[in-house]
């Protein structure tokens, strides 16, 4: 299936103007044009896209793909197996591994490992501490200088929490040219959180998780990384108060440099599926109000939240088919994220495709320092690209995914939008719910 010479018929770039076909060969985009004479390029491969949206490949910032260590839930080739049927070109791989990702030699076998299966560029993310203890620095230069050039760091899982090791964490992180991706949860607060602190949680005595112990840690990073003049980006945002500092904070004279993501299942769900008391909807941050939801989504419209990532965080079934307090917190993402988007934002009238392209797309390809991704379509731009079939939906079940684990919390659930086509460098990675042999 895959192949260097690609013709697609009849595609709409962000879903605006006439339909065009687009000629890919070598990489990159050779032409784009009302009719391109098939007879010229005999051995292409040629895609009827008739009506599809051409947007370019989605970047995941935050993506659990548990190798080393868990890959009886996911292993680097099926979740970029999930990744490619996502639509996704790139994804960025959490350090939270065992052994966890705080050397260069195990952020060089998962970059080497994801170039060797060659569905979706790989890149580790290095952790910020070693051990993810939040101790004592992890060695932030050899990951920068290793053949994986680490640039993004990050703790996830667990929350940089001493402001002293955070400081010293954004100082290093900007003599690297890198960023510090925090997972914000001040762990003072949550000790012991099952939920979202709010009624439901209260009904059902679960012990409350609650949104000031997110925003305090965001306040405080967002303060450092201005006064420093270092990069800070903002996992997971979930809360409308998390929405109001980052507002607050990018507004600031001398604001250091802040990016922020929102998840697809925060933009969605809601905490009222607490009621279910099914731990598929465990994650962490917890799933919040819908006062919550509408103001991530105005957040994100407006460009306060920059991206969206999946934190797509594959599981065993005896860790998420058990008593609530004992389940893991996290959920599958890559290959619901696009349909979920075009419930949220674009059914709603909040993002049209091209609005799309930039949260999926441009923005996390700039946040992440990947200049081949996120590029506007045109002639002599990388052929990162992913189609879109906008009409159709699609139900999802959790037994039909490419992750090994199946903890979706869309089960059974019809969503719009469909993934057709994801091309990297010029050849398919996956196409109508295959990948590439
Ligand atoms: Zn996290």
């Not at 979706?120 to 050899?142: C, F, H, K, N, S």
């Not at 799309?356 to 200049?371: D, F």
């Not at 189609?387 to 869309?410: M, R």
Request: hydrophobic share 45%.
């Amino acid at each position: 299936m895959a192949t260097r010479t690609v013709v697609i018929r009849g595609v709409r770039p962000y879903g605006e103007g006439e339909r065009l076909d687009v000629l890919l060969a070598d990489g990159v985009i050779k032409q784009l044009a009302p009719a391109i004479e098939i007879d010229e390029h005999p051995d292409a491969t040629v895609l009827d896209a008739a009506g599809q949206i051409l947007l370019p490949g989605f970047v995941d910032l935050h993506t659990h793909l548990r190798e080393p260590g868990r890959e009886d839930t996911e292993t680097i080739r099926t979740g970029s197996a999930a990744a490619a049927l996502g639509g996704f070109t790139a994804v960025f791989a959490m350090a939270n591994t065992n052994p966890v990702a705080d050397n260069e030699i195990i952020v060089e076998h998962v970059w080497r490992r994801g170039r060797e299966i060659g569905l979706v560029d790989v890149y580790p993310i290095g952790a910020v501490t070693v051990g993810l203890a939040g101790q004592r620095l992890a060695e932030m230069g050899q990951m920068a200088r290793s053949q994986a050039q680490v640039r993004v760091f990050s703790d996830d899982g667990h929350c940089v929490a001493d402001p002293l090791i955070m400081r010293r964490a954004l100082e290093y992180s900007r003599a690297l040219d890198g960023v510090i991706a925090q997972h914000a949860e001040e762990p003072r607060l949550t000790a012991g959180a099952q939920a979202h602190e709010g009624e439901h949680a209260a009904r059902l005595g679960l012990a409350g998780w609650p949104a000031a112990a997110e925003e305090s840690i965001i306040a405080r990073d967002c303060l450092l990384a201005g006064h420093l003049g270092a990069r800070l980006h903002v996992c997971h945002v979930s809360t409308a108060g998390a929405a109001d500092v980052l507002r607050w904070a990018k507004a600031r004279p001398h604001a250091g440099s802040i990016s922020a993501e929102v998840t697809p299942h925060h933009l969605l769900l809601t905490d009222e599926r607490l009621a279910t008391y099914d731990p598929v909807n465990k994650v962490n941050p917890p799933l919040r109000t819908s006062v919550d939801v509408a103001a991530l989504r105005q957040a994100l419209a407006e460009g306060v939240i920059d991206c969206v990532a999946t934190d797509h965080a594959p599981h065993a079934v005896q860790d998420k088919d058990c008593e609530w307090d004992a389940a893991r917190p996290g959920m599958l993402g890559l290959q619901t994220a696009l349909s979920v988007l075009a419930e949220a934002m674009v059914s709603t009238g909040l993002l049209d495709w091209r609005g799309i392209a930039r949260v999926l797309s441009e923005r996390p390809a700039a946040i992440g320092g990947l200049p081949d991704q996120g590029r506007p379509i045109e002639v002599g731009e990388p052929a990162n690209l992913v189609l879109i079939d906008p009409d159709a939906s699609w139900t999802v079940h959790g037994a039909d995914l490419a992750s090994i684990a199946d903890n979706t919390p869309y089960e059974g659930m019809t969503l719009p939008a469909k993934i057709m086509t994801t091309i990297l460098r010029g050849a398919i990675t996956a196409h109508d719910g295959k990948v590439a042999e």
